[in-house]
Every structure is written in C-alpha cells, then in structure tokens.
Nanobody, 122 residues
C-alpha cells in the first residue's frame, strides 16, 4: 500500500511562514514529478507548485517569489516552504506524486495525500 502523508499545516498570521512536508511510503520503484495542490472553500483544486526528479520547478503565478518547493529523492519527500502568507492562501493543501508502483511495468500512476489545512488569519 502506497501512501503520501502531509504534515505542517496550521494557523498562521498574515505575513507568517509555514513549511509543509509530504512523505511517500510503501512499494515505490521511483517517483517522477511531485506536486502541491490546494483547494480553498468553494473553489476548484489548483496546482501550486511542482518539482521533477531533476529538481526542475514550476510555480503558480500567485505564489511565485513567496513559496519554494524542494524534495529529497532519497527520502521520497517533497516540501513546500511558504512565506509572506496571505489570507488568500487559506486552503487544504494536497501533495501528489507520479509514482512507479510496479517493478515490472514502466508506468507512473498518480498518488494523492489526504491533505493538510493551512489557515492564514489574524
């Protein structure tokens, strides 16, 4: 059973910082891109940032310059450093991994975490 477990969410004041972590465990034979998504109340889930196995990063325009995505390939873990947080950043944050789940098949499947809530409020 492959799992992604997020941690690090919580309540923070505007202008504050949080660091999210997402660790993959189970029978994994490689991970390509790892991503962070978020979903605010009443809104669609949106891509926040992603990072390939070669550490090529992309960011949503709304978080550029404030958020930094990184990963530790040896630990199958992805991080999201969030600075200068705004109330609009309030959402449930999900991580996703494009993971190879079969030793015999060269195929990557999406695996999602359960989400962690980030609330930015004074």
């Amino acid at each position: 059973q492959v799992q992604l477990v997020e941690s690090g969410g919580g309540l923070v004041q505007p202008g504050g910082s949080l660091r999210l972590s997402c660790a993959a465990s189970g029978s994994i034979y490689g991970i390509n891109t790892m991503s962070w998504y978020r979903q605010a109340p009443g809104k669609q889930r949106e891509l926040v940032a992603d990072i390939t196995s070669l550490h090529i990063r992309t960011y949503a325009d709304s978080v550029k310059g404030r958020f930094t995505v990184s990963r530790d390939n040896a630990k199958n873990t992805v991080y999201l450093e969030m600075n200068s947080l705004k109330p609009d950043d309030t959402a449930v944050y999900y991580c996703k991994a494009d993971a190879r789940l079969s030793k015999s098949l060269l195929r990557f499947d999406e695996v999602w975490g359960q989400g962690t809530l980030v609330t930015v409020s004074s």
